[in-house]
């Protein structure tokens, strides 16, 4: 494993978190650990994907790129958002 820390807000929580994640994780894996920590707790179930991007991109992550992939710096901070 290939420890790698971000900082991650999901969709309606107030907290920006840290989150450590790994390089060969696939964006689905990154908001499902970014989910553990918040749905449930401070977020309420939903229905639908839960995507990834840079904080405040227009642009989504392909679901199967790697965080490696991604160009994402450590420490940096990513939305974790719900697709309708």
């Avoid at 807000?9 to 650990?33: C, G, P, Y």
């Avoid at 553990?36 to 904080?55: F, I, L, Q, S, T």
Wanted: net charge negative.
């Amino acid at each position: 494993m290939s420890a790698f820390p971000i900082h991650a807000a999901l969709e309606r929580d107030f907290l920006v978190q840290l989150i450590v994640v790994d390089l060969n994780d696939s964006m689905d894996q990154v908001a499902e650990k970014v989910a553990y920590h918040c749905v449930g707790r401070r977020v309420a179930p939903r229905e639908g994907v839960m995507r990834v991007r840079k904080h405040r991109a227009a642009e989504l992550f392909p679901r199967e790129m790697t965080v490696a992939e991604s160009g994402l710096k450590p420490t940096e901070v990513i939305d974790v958002i719900f697709e309708d």
